[in-house]
């Protein structure tokens, strides 16, 4: 595998026993890839339009895309459906040498890692570092644990009455499409793409308009790992139009999406008035930290204070309401803003960076409205709340102390670098009130205790609780949420289901059988 073979700019030694040296990104990098992917094939939008997508941090165009809508995701449509059809190359491609072309994929991808990360932190803001050692490590892990699925998929042999056998067969479900979100561009696709393709189905991707870069870069990848045409097919455009296209197509057979609960609304609504197409949602959250008086407290600051402005806060897993019990109240806010006043804010692709800039003008002044409702509504601003700079879209970490259940920074998920830090006094008290919000996606416990621990992971009403630790996500486990975080799963043996129809097969013999 080329990305294995010691290369300085991917982050591999040198020499035996020298520590490895960071990677770094590609100076001017040229983006090459701006058109519409179907078939194997880049193509221009059908009404001749394109629109612009931004560097956060610099706050200038990087390119321009090709913008798709409807007929353009028409003609993808019908490209995933005609390879999806009996008799396609895709069709009668071996489970085993599915899962080869998952394996060449993730080869591609390591190769290709830095421009990847590069790529990323031009679209999304994001630190470097953190692209290349997070989001583009999790990617080639997501595809490599699916292509070893490939081929173990499987179904029953049922015994039922009289003369007959029964067994069940699980099948591909037909033309997904998946809309994905800015945050993070590429390991969302990733996380769709690699159990779909697993699976047998064909894929139509509506990349966010904000960051659609990586994921075009994908679509030569597919190609180069020798994917047959119209297996992939990749339509940047806005959700409006090229969205709400493939959620209203007839001829798409499921939707997986990530983004928010409002527009998540939108798209089962479409769903159910259209085909009614499956849909998996990953969704909204305002997830509760819960941190009890015994806990590890270097370990629990560290933990929340990472579970929040990871990603410049903009996360659907951010850890937005930390409960703190009241003895270590007083201690836990003290060291926390110690964390924040830390925290390096700045360029993006400096190796130095915690955190880089907000998405977009919209996200940014968001954050900064919610971070004015905190102060009115009587929350202490321990540190932070400011822009920084006159350019860019950069916010200073914030930490707010004295915050009550009815504020609403402790209801909206602000998706920024804010964290609010509330008090509770016993553990009904704070069940109650980590579950009284719409979102049900994931939650922490910080504690020594084992039997107070598996109490609040059994009471919790969330997708994911993590014990001890924050963002502990891996392919092999189950993400999702409860409530209006969404529905269905991604990652894990779990998502398989997601992507395959149930078939039950029953075979009359002439005489029964023991």
């Known amino acids: 595998m080329a990305a294995l ?4 700019e991917n982050g591999q030694p040198e020499r035996k026993g020298a520590p490895p040296p960071l990677p770094r990104p590609l100076k001017n990098l040229a983006v090459q890839h701006t058109k519409i992917f179907i078939n194997n094939e880049w193509h221009e939008s ?3 339009k394109k629109f612009s997508t931004y560097s956060p941090s610099r706050a200038e165009k990087i390119c321009d895309v090709e913008e798709g809508d409807k007929a353009d995701v028409d003609k993808a449509v019908e490209a995933a459906k005609t390879a999806f059809q009996r008799g396609s190359a ?3 491609m071996d489970a085993t040498s599915r899962g080869r ?3 060449k994929l993730a080869d591609l991808i390591e190769r290709d890692r830095v421009v990847l990360a590069t790529l990323e932190t031009m679209d999304t803001g994001k630190p470097f570092l953190q692209a290349f050692f997070i989001d583009l490590e999790g990617c080639i892990k997501t595809l490599r644990y699916y292509a070893g699925w490939a081929d173990k998929i499987q179904g ?7 003369n007959f056998v029964c067994f069940t067969r699980h099948e591909p479900v037909g033309v997904c499409g998946a809309i994905t979100p800015w945050n993070f561009p590429l390991l969302m696709l990733i996380w769709k793409m690699a159990p779909a393709l697993c699976c047998g189905n064909t894929l139509v991707v509506k990349p966010a308009e904000q960051t659609p870069l990586t994921s075009l870069y994908i679509g030569s990848l597919v190609k180069e790992a020798g994917f047959p045409p119209g297996v992939v097919n990749i339509v940047p455009g806005y959700g409006p139009t090229a969205g709400a296209a493939i959620s209203n197509h007839p001829n798409v057979d499921k939707i997986a999406f990530t983004g928010s609960t409002e527009v998540g609304k939108l798209i089962k609504e479409a769903a159910s008035k259209s085909n009614l197409k499956r849909v998996t949602l990953e969704l909204g959250g305002k997830n509760p930290c819960i941190v009890c008086a015994d806990a590890d407290l270097d370990l629990a600051v560290d933990c929340a204070h990472q579970g929040v402005f990871f990603n410049q806060g903009q996360c659907c897993t951010a850890a937005s309401r930390v409960f703190v019990e009241e003895p270590i109240y007083p201690e836990f806010v003290k060291r926390s803003v110690e964390y ?3 925290r390096l804010v700045g360029d993006p692709f400096d190796a130095k960076t915690d955190q880089g800039p907000q998405i977009d003008q919209k996200q940014f002044n968001k954050i900064l409205e919610l971070i004015e409702s905190g102060k009115k509504e009587g929350a202490k601003l321990e540190c932070g709340g400011l822009a920084m700079g006159d350019r860019g879209l950069f916010i200073k970490p914030t930490v707010f102390s004295e915050v009550t259940d009815n504020m609403r920074i402790a209801k909206e998920e602000i998706f920024g670098p804010v964290q609010p830090i509330l008090k509770f006094k016993n553990l009904e008290e704070v069940i109650q009130r980590a579950n009284n919000t719409e979102y049900g996606l994931t939650a922490a416990v910080f504690t020594k205790n084992l039997d107070r621990a598996l109490t609040l992971a059994s009471a919790l009403q969330s997708g994911t609780v993590w014990v001890n630790c924050y963002t502990a996500l891996y392919a092999q486990a189950p993400f999702g949420g409860f409530k209006m975080s969404g529905n269905g799963r991604e990652l ?3 998502a398989l289901a997601e992507y395959t129809e ?5 075979i009359k013999l002439s005489q029964k059988t023991h």
Request: aromatic letters at 6%; glycine letters at 10%; zero cysteines.
């Open 5 to 8: 073979n010691g290369a300085v």
């Open 46 to 48: 059908k009404s001749g």
């Open 502 to 506: 149930v078939k039950t097969v029953t």
């Open 156 to 162: 029953k042999t049922i015994p039922v009455d009289e």
């Open 101 to 103: 072309l998952l394996h």
């Open 90 to 92: 895709w069709r009668q």
């Open 340 to 342: 924040a006043k830390k």
């Open 492 to 494: 894990g043996e779990y």
